[in-house]
């Protein structure tokens, strides 16, 4: 829908559709995720159930000197991923900052809008780094996933082992549809065919171009899977769900 906003004053446009859904579910859904996943990481138990580890929890670092959760110790990482994402940059500056709260929609100080250029939005630049962390990130928790398939020595799958494989799948895509690894791959490249094993390069950059252009579908998924892992090994270590034996 062509529109633009004639009125001015915060919330003002043209826009008769309803603009101000997506950013109101961003904005409930990230606060839903942030309330439960402090939660789950600062009571620091019930994070593991046989061969199942929380990723809240992976790597799991136990340090007796660390008076706090061992969640603490690596979820840094995945979290400044998240919070410096262009995609949830757009997310949460909609429907936290209102800057501005939707395409043609008004706001609170005008559209003077200047980039991410001076503090303290220019700290989002490190969204490149995160993005080699988060990269390792997803082999150690495909090293779990394939741990959840050994019960007692023998292999096995439970609907916990499904579920922690699946997540794996989801953070994966999430990750390697970054914005930034596609411009690590192919984005100071011209010709592919021009350079030292271009094929192979164009071939990754199409992988990652498949997987960036459903950014935002794999957020989403991925942020409820990683939850949903926790909260599903939480209650199988606290005896209110049982874990079913598939094989």
Not at 2 to 19: E, I, M, P, V, Y
Not at 56 to 76: E, G, N, T, V
Not at 134 to 160: R, S
């Amino acid at each position: 829908m062509n529109s633009t906003a004639t009125q001015t004053g915060l919330f003002s446009t043209d826009r008769r559709d309803k603009w101000w859904v997506g950013p109101l579910a961003s904005g409930l859904g990230l606060a839903a995720f942030g309330a439960y996943s402090t939660w789950a990481a600062a009571i620091g138990v019930h994070y593991e159930f046989g061969p199942y580890l929380s990723p809240f929890y992976a790597p799991l670092i136990k340090w007796d000197a660390f008076p706090f959760s061992p969640a603490f110790l690596i979820l840094w990482a995945p979290l400044g991923f998240r919070a410096t994402c262009y995609y949830y940059r757009k997310a949460y500056y909609r429907a936290y900052f209102m800057d501005p709260p939707g395409c043609a929609v008004g706001e609170f100080r005008g559209h003077g809008y200047k980039g991410e250029t001076s503090f303290p939005f220019i700290i989002q630049n490190v969204h490149r780094f995160f993005m080699y962390v988060a990269v390792l990130f997803i082999f150690m928790l495909g090293y779990d996933a394939v741990k959840a398939f050994t019960w007692d020595g023998q292999f096995g799958i439970g609907v916990g082992t499904i579920i922690m494989t699946i997540n794996v799948l989801l953070l994966g895509s999430y990750t390697f549809g970054c914005h930034s690894l596609r411009h690590v791959i192919g984005g100071k490249t011209d010709c592919f065919s021009c350079t030292k094993f271009g094929p192979v390069k164009f071939q990754a950059w199409r992988g990652v171009s498949f997987l960036n252009s459903r950014h935002q579908l794999f957020a989403w998924c991925s942020l409820f899977s990683v939850g949903f892992t926790d909260f599903y090994i939480r209650m199988c270590s606290m005896g209110i769900f049982t874990d079913v034996r598939l094989l």
